[in-house]
């Protein structure tokens, strides 16, 4: 189910629609930031829900360099989360990693990585991919009042969680799985099993270079 929000006030016409009604030749892009630390079955899940329910033309996502509200003690290296990504979207056309966060190196705030898109994809509609926890969170973003005006803002909904925002959202409703990238590190590091939790191949990769142990 697909509802634009604003002050909890539904919408009668999505943004995606006043997109496509502004600029109708124009890629809408949705974007996927985060440390995939490592990208599990919930991502991709979450991803192709809000591909398929906003009509997007591709999902590309962002792994972080340094990011700005994590433990970075416990992240790998930026080229192995990256190869995991690739190995986890590798049979989806619809899919693609973007490095600029990784290229530019330091701290990973959203508002320079979306303004470094725009300049390098002005006819582009971005639609930028966040959990229902992170809308609360919102107010404290770097920039957040400029870089509301950059992207829309896709937020997808948790069962039970009701999230207010001054800043406006556009809501998906996707299953989501209770996994995360933290427990599936604990799983690797006692010696438990993560298959299903990750896909095949990133479960492999994880194997085959010996991280998280």
Do not use: C
């Amino acid at each position: 189910m697909l509802s634009l929000k604003s002050n909890l006030a539904y919408q009668t016409t999505t943004q995606v629609e006043l997109n496509q009604q502004l600029n109708p030749r124009a890629k809408r892009i949705g974007l996927y930031g985060g440390t995939f630390n490592p990208i599990h079955t919930s991502h991709l899940i979450v991803a192709d829900q809000v591909y398929t329910a906003l009509g997007l033309d591709e999902v590309w996502f962002i792994p972080d360099e340094i990011p700005p509200h994590v433990n970075s003690k416990t992240t790998i290296a930026a080229h192995d989360r990256v190869a995991m990504i690739e190995e986890a979207i590798s049979d989806n056309p619809h899919f693609r990693v973007e490095l600029s966060e990784i290229d530019r190196g330091g701290v990973s705030y959203t508002y320079d990585t979306i303004v470094f898109l725009k300049e390098k994809y002005p006819e582009y509609d971005f639609y930028f991919i966040i959990g229902a926890d992170m809308v609360v969170d919102l107010p404290t973003w770097h920039r957040i009042d400029e870089l509301s005006k950059l992207i829309t803002f896709v937020g997808v909904q948790r069962p039970g969680f009701i999230a207010n925002s001054s800043y406006s959202v556009l809501w998906v409703d996707a299953p989501l799985l209770a996994i995360s990238s933290t427990d599936i590190r604990n799983r690797v590091r006692s010696g438990l099993s993560i298959r299903y939790l990750v896909p095949d191949r990133v479960e492999k990769y994880i194997k085959e270079h010996h991280l998280y142990e």
